[in-house]
């Protein structure tokens, strides 16, 4: 079975650094997808980013980038210039097969000092 | 476009009552989904949909039914209340294998 793991249940950045949220998945699949979800304290599941497995390319979004190394399976989310904005739990997750199941972390809970 | 609509937004229960929670994607998505979120537990799968009156069962199925009866609604239904059900449970969609999940803004539900 699929599993995803983050084990940084909280981590905490300064506004305008740097941050990276870590993420370690396992599959016997070969052909996968990657996400990361943000959720804000309004409840509300946004996507941030989306990584096809059998692109080696690292997708990027803005500020938001992953580091993609699929033979270790892990999936890290570097966010740049970290605003205020950005303090949310965060959640990776796990897409495969034909039925589009997503299987989820456990969260790393952000937070941003002024 | 209206999104995924989640209804009720908040709901209290009393064990072993029964009750449905309703939603409803206008995007046309084949992939319809139910997970809840406990505390430290991330989101988990219920049930899911791969198109009309075509289900199947998730992580955590027992306690819940669902139906696909059209593309656009996938309702999830509560037979007999448990505390163990209480929870914030969210519907999401998706048009294609590996594409982005939309997600309803969840329903938070209580049960005493």
Known sequence: ?114 | NAGVTQTPKFQVLKTGQSMTLQCAQDMNHEYMSWYRQDPGMGLRLIHYSVGAGITDQGEVPNGYNVSRSTTEDFPLRLLSAAPSQTSVYFCASSSFQGYEQFFGPGTRLTVL
């Open chain 1, 1 to 114: 079975a699929q599993t995803v793991t983050q084990s940084q249940p909280e981590m905490s950045v300064q506004e305008a650094e740097t941050v990276t949220l870590s993420c370690t998945y396992d599959t016997s699949e070969s052909d996968y997808y990657l996400f990361w979800y943000k959720q804000p304290p309004s409840r509300q599941m946004i996507l941030v980013i989306r990584q096809e497995a059998y692109k080696q390319q690292n997708a990027t979004e803005n500020r938001f980038s992953v580091n993609f190394q699929k033979a270790a399976k892990s999936f890290s989310l570097k966010i740049s210039d970290s605003q205020l904005g950005d303090a949310a739990m965060y959640f990776c997750a796990y897409s495969g097969g034909a039925t589009n199941k997503l299987i989820f972390g456990t969260g790393t809970l952000l937070a941003v000092q002024p």
